[in-house]
């Protein structure tokens, strides 16, 4: 499976942003998917996830209600869309996949996921 983001851009505080994660190869509409961010000098932390189906979706409690990640197997195409977007939002944006993630809580380690992509930078001021 090959990733790649796109979407990222400068948006005022208050704005929105859609980025899209396109994979390629055939095992994409059975994995799990995230979006990961990572801050200048922090670590690159879950955002949220999607099962394959689309059933399970986890969010985590600093973009719940504002950020909305969907997917459309046919397309091959993850989507993340983020409203109310602050000055914390910013950071380089990653998709990843993996079989084995569930869209749950669950194995939501950076090294729970085998494929990446090369990050898209999303960046809100103030």
């Known amino acids: 499976v090959q990733l790649q983001a796109s979407g990222g851009g400068l948006v005022q505080a208050g704005g929105s942003l859609r980025l899209s994660c396109a994979a390629s190869?055939?095992?994409?509409?059975?994995?799990?998917v995230a979006w990961f961010r990572q801050a200048p000098g922090k670590e690159r932390d879950f955002v949220t996830g999607i099962s394959w189906s689309g059933g399970v979706i986890y969010y985590v409690d600093s973009v719940k209600g504002r950020f909305t990640i969907s997917r459309d197997n046919a397309k091959n195409t993850v989507y993340l869309q983020m409203n109310s977007l602050k000055p914390e939002d910013t950071a380089v944006y990653y998709c990843a996949a993996s079989i084995n993630y569930s869209g749950s809580y669950y194995y939501t380690g950076v090294g729970d996921f085998a494929y990446w992509g090369q990050g898209t930078q999303v960046t809100v001021s103030s």
């Open positions: 190869g055939r095992t994409f509409s059975r994995a799990g």
